[in-house]
């Protein structure tokens, strides 16, 4: 049963709802993407640079450190390099974002 939300739903109940957060973030362009990566092996920072193509090294820092503040991902520091891997909430979410594009590839329509 879904929970009960007061009427009307105001922006305040909106921005308080716990899914929000997490949905902004999995909807922003390369959060699937560096979970789907740190989900096979840890990344150092230059490898999921050249990994990525198209991410600027500003956003990429900018979506690790969301992540990481999110308890998506971990950053252990060695004297090489940051070193980057999935949390156990991290692959908690994973699949049910892989879930999430299975159904938008069972329903994609394709608009003329």
Same mark, same amino acid.
């Not at 252990?76 to 994973?94: C, F, I, K, N, S």
């Given at each position: ?6 009427? +009307? ?11 929000? #957060? $997490? @949905? &902004?973030?999995? #909807? ?5 993407? @560096? ?8 990344? #150092?920072?230059?490898? @999921?640079?050249?990994?990525?193509? %198209?991410?600027? &090294?500003? $956003? ?12 998506? $991902?971990? &950053? ?13 909430? #991290? ?5 049910? $974002?892989?879930?999430? %594009? ?9 608009? +003329?």
């Amino acid at each position: 049963m879904s929970p009960v939300l007061p009427l +009307p739903v105001t922006e305040s109940d909106h921005d308080n709802c716990a899914a929000t #957060g $997490i @949905l &902004r973030l999995v #909807g922003q362009k390369w959060t699937v993407v @560096l979970l789907a990566l740190l989900a096979e092996q840890p990344y #150092g920072f230059n490898e @999921l640079d050249r990994t990525i193509h %198209g991410v600027s &090294r500003r $956003i990429l820092t900018r979506t690790l450190r969301h992540l990481e503040q999110e308890n998506l $991902i971990s &950053r252990v520091r060695t004297p090489q390099r940051a070193e980057y891997t999935l949390t156990d909430a #991290g692959r908690t979410l994973l699949p049910l $974002i892989i879930a999430l %594009g299975e159904w938008a590839a069972d329903h994609h329509t394709r608009r +003329p």
